[in-house]
């Protein structure tokens, strides 16, 4: 089994009397595949915002590659600034690579052109962002998330609003880039995708986790039919 990337432990938060998140604890290994489920109101948002920074956790500890993360700000976003080409908008997050890791010899264009192949967004390198389309801004999300090389990605309802086939084509991207190794959190309402894509499965209902296993494991289980259906 791979070593643990991600350990979330006993992680609560409040708002005022209300507790959206309540000792939750989960850990997640260097390149999985991994699935956030749970009705509307469950926790999904505030337990992905505390690990990415934009939330400060009440109590618990959230543990990165080995170093506490939980009092660290979130210092960078994956919207893309729509007054910037798509080739731009991915030179932003490269160049402060760069420059983070002393990179001088870095061709960062290239590197560029070659995140937008992968894509399938090459050739709208010049297209001004406002002028996409909902699954190529979709894309170019994942791109400027690959620009900064990242050891986990967090895809948090990445495919909401997209067709069958724009689904597949967003899923087929993750599925490439976890195939490079990168680690995938997916938070999404289409059962179908999370399902398909994911190795295992977590569910939350009312800032806890009700239910954890393989995909198959998870649609069966009764506490998770009950969350979904109120049966």
Known sequence: MSATLLRVAQVSKHFGGFSALSEVSVEIAQGERFGLIGPNGSGKTTLINCISGSLRNDGGSI????????????????RPFSSMSVLENLLVPLEYVVYRRSLHTADTHAEAMQILQ??????????????????????????????????????????????????????????????????????????????????????????????????????????????????
Do not use: W
Not at 63 to 78: K, Q
């Open 63 to 78: 543990v990165f590659d080995g170093n506490e993360i939980s009092g660290l700000s979130a210092f960078e976003r994956t």
């Open 118 to 231: 992968s894509m399938g967004l090459a050739d709208k390198a010049d297209t001004p962002s406002n002028r996409l389309t909902q699954v190529e801004l979709r894309k170019l999300e994942l791109a400027r998330a690959m620009a900064a090389r990242p050891r986990l990605l967090i895809s948090d309802e990445a495919m909401a609003g997209l067709s069958s086939t724009e689904v597949e084509e967003v899923l087929a991207i993750l599925r490439k880039l976890n195939d490079t190794g990168i680690t995938v959190i997916m938070i999404e309402h289409i059962m179908r995708a999370v399902m398909s894509f994911s190795q295992r499965v977590i569910c939350l209902d009312a800032g806890r986790i009700i239910c954890e296993g393989t995909p198959e494991s998870i649609v069966k289980d009764p506490e998770v039919q009950k969350a979904y259906l109120g049966a």
